[in-house]
């Protein structure tokens, strides 16, 4: 009986082990899953903006009242506290935009005598842009000349100028930027051009918003006043967050190289700005026995570090990703302050969930996914190979230090040029090959070279010696723009690839998340998924014709060409298209009442002028229309005029193993506030 109790089951006796492990397995997550905590909120977030049509009021109230319920009784359960989570971001979500309610002009006023009050300046290097609050209280964007607007016009002044207004300008493709959505949630509900002279009419400083904009605006002017043109662009963006002015070029090199992340003021600027200043302050202090025999001296140096940051994002316009990073390294040198470790996860999961909460559209913006995801990956490979590399710095002497060194910087570039790139190739169709190579070099020279000699500047601006600091910081600058534009020559560097479908991206984000946050074996349940992301990845379709939203322009692509009508090869709209197609090579069709396209083995009609519809019904498999089409044309497998442009917005036309297939701006963004039909 005892041999038979020993031999039979040996099976079952596997049972309890893998059970065994699976327990353990369990227990080891239980510790990171609070860390998901943002994860759902921006699941209720997403849910909003994936809807077709706008809820009423009263859901996101029900759903915000449900959500606080639930997280009220949830106990030990962690599901009804991500459905708690999901209901409540959710209900932020829809409340922002119920609270905003933005008005959005629909239709083009003709130029009229207008008074306006400037809400924000941006000196560009085309002309110059302007927020105004016009008299019934709407706000829009508008440009002017750069000669027509006087340098001392500041925030808070009043304009009278003729002002021709024009709705916000709907996505360029389905599925493409939306103007629109960002600008609703900017309280901007229009865009316009300013006509002819201006009459300024300044007024006193009301409150402390006003106030701060006109010292940037005075600060952005020394810098420009100080610098060579071209290197006080890239400080402007550096110290006040005004990128306006820079070159379309150098813009262009920086991007290409990988390096365009150092242009907005993000998490490297301001956690540098926090480290040189509690590096600094802490060997000051350090020479004081006096403090440091009873308060440790980085201790005592995080609370004027505090306020270091928070006057640079003042200064840096407050804007969402500022925020995000002043939220970031706040709570790191909280952590400092009362003795805990300031680089955790926790702190990563503590600030996606104040962003969130104060702007839950920031969840949709490249810079917020692309910033957390690397600080995510940072400190999760950080906490991996933290114990390896003080070992290596323990070892002993200079050498060890430089490799470990060496070894930190290699890996936090290779780290944060993979969590980046999913998102750079879904929102610019760019992966930056170089990017990891270009980074090396260039995150050193910011942090050794070029942001502290900004910190420099601006303090001798206010003692009244800025000479030495400027001089070094156009040095360094310099520097950086000769790496992007090195970089940007090699060959494939400005490389296009096809937009990463949203599904795709979904599948490569929540995997990478897993993977990274993982306690156990069961991170590579995150792999696999990122895995099968990348492999859906490789079926994105390129669309064969695009129409414009309106129904005025037209674009075909053709032998590795996009062939447009309606508008100029040079455009915005035109470029846009041709990443699409996958092609820079961009031309106009040079045709009469009718063009008619071979590509990918169909026939695509343009009909320019009502004449040329008979002809382009009977040999056409696509129809596009610059004119009403009045008459039925059964030939052609789809046919689209003027009057479906304006009902379904920008239409891409694609070619599947099922035939052709539509896809609309509408099916993308349906029926919401901030979409102008």
């Not at 692309?370 to 323990?394: C, D, H, K, N, T």
């Not at 990274?516 to 859906?536: F, H, Q």
């Not at 699409?580 to 040079?590: C, E, H, K, Q, W």
């Not at 040999?619 to 596009?624: G, R």
Request: hydrophobic residues 55%; contains cysteine.
């Amino acid at each position: 009986m005892h041999e038979t109790f020993r031999l039979a089951p040996r099976s079952f006796a596997a049972k309890p082990r893998l059970i065994g492990r699976l327990q353990d397995w369990l227990t080891a997550e239980a510790v990171r899953l609070p860390l998901l905590g943002p994860l759902w909120l921006a699941a209720g977030i997403g849910g909003y903006f994936a809807l077709a049509w706008e809820p009423e009021p009263w859901v996101s109230v029900v759903c915000g009242g449900l959500g606080l319920c639930l997280l009220a009784a949830r106990g030990r359960l962690m599901g009804v506290t991500a459905l708690a989570l999901m209901l409540l971001g959710f209900a932020l979500a829809a409340g922002r935009s119920h609270w905003l309610a933005t008005p959005m002009l629909s239709r083009t006023l003709a130029a009229e005598s207008r008074i306006m009050e400037v809400v924000q300046i941006d000196r560009l290097s085309y002309g110059t842009r302007l927020v105004v609050r016009l008299a019934d209280g709407m706000q829009a964007r508008v440009t002017a000349p750069i000669e027509a607007v006087p340098p001392v016009v500041t925030v808070g002044d009043r304009l009278s100028a003729r002002l021709r207004l024009s709705p916000v300008a709907a996505p360029f493709a389905p599925g493409g930027y939306d103007l629109q959505r960002h600008l609703y949630f900017q309280g901007i509900g229009a865009t316009g051009w300013i006509e002819g002279t201006i009459s300024h009419d300044p007024q006193p400083v009301t409150g402390w918003r006003v106030g701060l904009e006109r010292f940037r605006a005075r600060l952005q002017q020394a810098v420009h006043g100080a610098l060579p043109e071209r290197e006080a662009a890239i400080a402007a963006a550096l110290i006040v967050g005004e990128q306006g002015a820079i070159a379309d070029s150098d813009a262009r090199a920086m991007r290409v190289s990988g390096l365009s992340h150092l242009l907005s003021i993000s998490g490297l600027h301001i956690g540098l700005v926090a480290w040189i200043f509690l590096g600094g302050l802490s060997l000051v202090l350090s020479a004081i026995p006096a403090l440091v025999l009873r308060w440790p001296a980085r201790k005592l140096a995080a609370y004027p570090a505090l306020l270091a940051i928070l006057g640079y994002s003042l200064l840096a316009g407050w804007d969402i990703p500022v925020q995000r990073s002043f939220l970031m390294y706040a709570l790191v040198l909280l952590a400092l302050m009362v003795n805990r470790d300031p680089w955790s996860l926790r702190s990563v999961a503590l600030a996606a969930f104040a962003v969130l909460i104060l702007t839950p559209e920031a969840l949709l913006s490249p810079g917020f996914q692309m910033s957390f995801a690397a600080v995510l990956v940072l400190i999760a490979g950080w906490e991996r190979v933290q114990p390896r590399l003080l070992a290596l710095r323990e070892a002993g002497g200079w050498p060890f230090m430089v490799a470990s060194w060496l070894v930190g910087m290699v890996a936090s570039s290779l780290l944060a040029t993979l969590a980046t790139t999913p998102f750079a190739v879904h929102h610019f169709q760019q992966p930056a090959p170089y990017g990891i190579l270009a980074n090396m070099i260039a995150i050193p020279l910011s942090g050794i070279v070029i942001m502290p000699a900004a910190v420099l500047a601006v303090l001798g601006m206010a003692a009244g010696w800025p000479e030495p600091g400027f001089a070094l910081l156009g040095w360094g600058i310099d520097l950086l723009l000769s790496l992007a534009d090195g970089v940007a020559e090699l060959p494939g560097a400005n490389l296009l690839v096809p937009a990463l479908p949203t599904g795709a991206l979904l599948l490569i984000a929540l995997g990478g998340i897993w993977l990274v946050l993982s306690a156990s074996v069961l991170r590579w349940i995150g792999l696999a998924a990122a895995v099968v992301g990348l492999i859906l990845s490789f079926w994105t379709p390129v669309p064969v014709a695009m129409v414009s939203a309106g129904g005025r322009a037209v674009g075909l692509a053709a032998e590795g060409r996009l062939l447009v009508a309606g508008l100029g090869g040079g455009s915005i709209q035109a470029r846009a298209w041709g990443e699409r197609v996958l092609t820079r090579d961009i031309g106009a069709m040079n045709c009469g009442a009718l063009c008619l396209l071979k590509t990918d083995g169909l026939t695509v009609a343009l009909v320019r002028e009502a004449r040329g519809v008979a002809e382009a019904c009977r040999s056409a498999d696509i129809l596009l229309t610059l004119v009403p089409l009045r008459l039925p044309c059964p030939g052609p497998a789809i046919v689209r005029d003027v009057y479906d442009a304006e009902r379904e917005g920008a239409v891409a036309i694609y070619r599947s193993a099922d035939g052709l297939r539509i896809d609309s701006d509408r099916d993308h963004r349906g029926q919401r506030p901030w979409v102008v039909r």
